[in-house]
């Protein structure tokens, strides 16, 4: 069954703020055990904890399992690992992380996986 998008609420902190922690052990919790050999991760955010636990061992565990793990950052390259931004805590752990804020930045990415 598709996921039903209102489910994500529960992973903004009533402060507004994403916890990148929470939703990645949340994902780990329900996806993890249909992570294959064959399957590719790919998310899409801007990295940054906004002070939370950063929770990367489970990007780790995801690695582990999958073919493929990419991270799709919708900031400028020049503002990662600025502030609260632990792309490259979690950049460890992926494949590839990739600038893309623009639709010619997503054509770049899917047709350098072929």
Request: with cysteine.
């Amino acid at each position: 069954p598709a996921a039903d998008p209102a489910d994500g609420r529960r992973d903004v902190r009533l402060d507004g703020h994403s916890d990148y922690g929470m939703v990645l052990e949340s994902f780990w919790e329900r996806w993890g055990p249909q992570i294959k050999t064959k399957t590719s991760v790919i998310i899409l955010g801007d990295g940054r904890s906004n002070y939370h636990a950063s929770r990367s061992e489970v990007l780790r565990s995801i690695r582990q399992r999958a073919r493929h793990l990419y991270w799709l950052n919708p900031e400028p390259a020049s503002n990662w690992d600025t502030g609260d931004s632990i792309i490259s805590e979690y950049g460890r752990y992926c494949d590839e992380v990739v600038e893309c804020r623009n639709l010619r930045q997503l054509k770049e990415f899917v047709e350098s996986l072929d």
